[in-house]
């Protein structure tokens, strides 16, 4: 073969093979999808066999290089496990009333939907992409484009399924970008009237029912006070790259720099053409900086889940529409 | 077969054991010594081959691996034009090239197809990185790659007058 094709020929006839792949595969392409699957089933013996070989010498070694540093970090970890379970109870009395709210508006929220929890069972091989492989796939009705959480928050979507495993883009990835909001309260929005010239604003006063109040009219007539005013602002949150930080990007910038601070929480906004249903935590803002030369702000969120150690994470079976996934 | 196993491998140790957020990378390095071992024409066709399967098996777009490592195998083949029967040292610093070659063209290909935020600073750290550990693994993957392309070890012939 070698010496009937000289070596120019053979090398662009790989370069041009290569580059038809890639065009019929940014395309979209079903017999692509399907030598994907075809190619999966011949790998997984050959990927079963090697884990099976590997994870046993893997464990044996971390057992015997780590044991003192895991003792620490259990230590450690009990002790964090002490203090957070305070701020549990308070979180999930707000949670529940939270959902009670829902409720009654009829919104749609991730409770919404059921999830699958998985375990990630590998890394991209390659430095670039930022994927992580989980054990469940279409078996388990996992589909294109559904977000996937960990216990801190939202890791990614997931962009290829196979029967028995998925691959999930992580929010760190430069392709990745979802619809997100900034929730933050009155006391932490820095200057200026939020709802001044702002597309994108909404300042809401929260009324919350007092429960020592009782009323045998109903919870209508119950008394209410007003808590200082919530503030959300909606943008798009975007993926640079693995060690870095999100970017939040604005319709209207100059919003964005009055009414947000630093240490606001960021979760999903939700709606028809989200990659995913609102009110799931993706992270904090840490930095807020107008670019000199233009009036671009860089709103920089910090991602609640460590996406260095992931092991398990559940998919929420949230169908996004066509157009936000190839969005 | 050999594709399959080194893909595993990939997968299973290496994508796992990053060095200083590197993941080192096995089936380039056999696509370096299959270049090295049989030329450019025979490391072109096991880049593009072990590439393909990497992109069949990842999140990749199919031929763009292929791509990155069909050129690897050639840089690193283009050895064979200076001598058939190179010493070690010699055949690793050519699959050191090889190696740089394929790790930089996927973020470049990537970038030419339209994907942005992929050129980033992390590659003047993982390119070196990832081809001098390619260029030192060679010689132990030559066998192994030469058996793999159908290739023989070439020798310097004495010529009769």
């Known amino acids: 073969m070698f010496s009937s094709l000289s070596r120019r020929r053979i090398v662009l006839l790989v370069v041009l093979t290569c580059l038809l792949l890639i065009t019929l595969d940014k395309q979209g392409n079903p017999i692509i999808d399907r030598a994907r699957r075809a190619f999966d089933i011949l790998l997984s013996p050959a990927d079963t066999a090697t884990r099976a070989i590997v994870l046993p010498v893997e464990r044996a070694w971390y057992g015997v290089s780590n044991y003192h540093d895991l003792e620490r970090e259990n230590a450690v970890l009990r002790d964090q496990i002490e203090h957070m379970k305070g701020s549990d109870i308070e979180a999930r009395s707000a949670v529940l009333q939270y959902r009670e709210l829902l409720k009654l508006d009829q919104l749609p929220s991730k409770w919404s939907y059921n999830v699958v929890t998985a375990e990630v069972v590998g890394a991209s091989p390659g430095n670039y992409e930022q994927t992580v492989e989980i054990g469940v796939g279409s078996e388990s009705g996992v589909e294109v484009g559904m977000p996937v959480t960990d216990g801190a928050g939202l890791i990614g979507r997931i962009t290829r399924v196979y029967p028995s495993r998925s691959i999930v883009l992580l929010i760190t990835d430069p392709t990745f970008a979802i619809s997100a909001r900034v929730l933050s309260t009155d006391d932490q929005v820095s200057t200026g009237d939020a709802t001044t010239g702002a597309t994108s604003t909404t300042v809401a006063p929260v009324p919350v029912v007092d429960p020592t109040v009782t009323d045998p009219l109903g919870p209508v007539a119950q008394a209410t006070t007003t808590l200082p005013p919530v503030v959300r602002e909606t943008g798009m949150l975007e993926g640079r790259g693995p060690r870095l930080t999100l970017v939040l990007r604005f319709t209207d910038n100059n919003s964005a720099l009055t009414s947000l601070k630093v240490g606001a929480v960021v979760d999903t906004s939700g709606g028809t053409s989200s990659l995913a249903p609102q009110g799931i935590p993706i992270g904090i803002i840490t930095a807020i900086t107008r670019q000199s030369g233009n009036s671009t702000t860089l709103v920089e969120v910090r991602p609640n889940a460590d996406l260095r150690r992931l092991n398990f994470v559940a998919v929420v079976l949230f169908k996004p529409n066509q157009q936000a996934i190839g969005g | ?161």
């Not at chain 2, 025979?42 to 069949?56: I, K, N, P, S, T």
């Not at chain 2, 010689?139 to 392309?149: D, E, G, I, Q, V």
């Open chain 2, 1 to 161: 077969m050999v594709g399959l196993i080194a893909l595993a491998l990939q997968r299973a140790v290496f994508a796992r054991h990053p060095i200083h957020d590197v993941k080192l990378q096995f089936v380039l390095a056999l696509v370096a010594a299959a270049g090295v071992g049989g030329g450019a024409e025979r490391g072109a066709v096991a880049g593009f081959a072990l590439g393909l399967m990497y992109d069949l098996a990842g999140n990749t777009p199919l031929g763009l691996t292929a791509l990155a490592y069909g050129l690897g195998g050639i840089v690193a083949g283009y050895l064979h034009a200076f001598t058939p029967d190179p010493q070690w040292w010699l055949a690793a610093i050519f699959a050191t090239m090889g190696s740089a070659v394929g790790e930089l063209c996927i973020p470049v290909a990537n970038a030419i197809t339209g994907e942005s935020g992929w050129i980033t600073g992390d590659i003047l750290f993982a390119v070196p990185l990832v081809a001098v550990t390619s260029g030192l693994v060679c010689p132990l993957l030559l066998p192994t790659a030469r058996w793999m392309t159908g290739s023989k070890r070439k020798k310097w012939k004495a010529l009769s007058l």
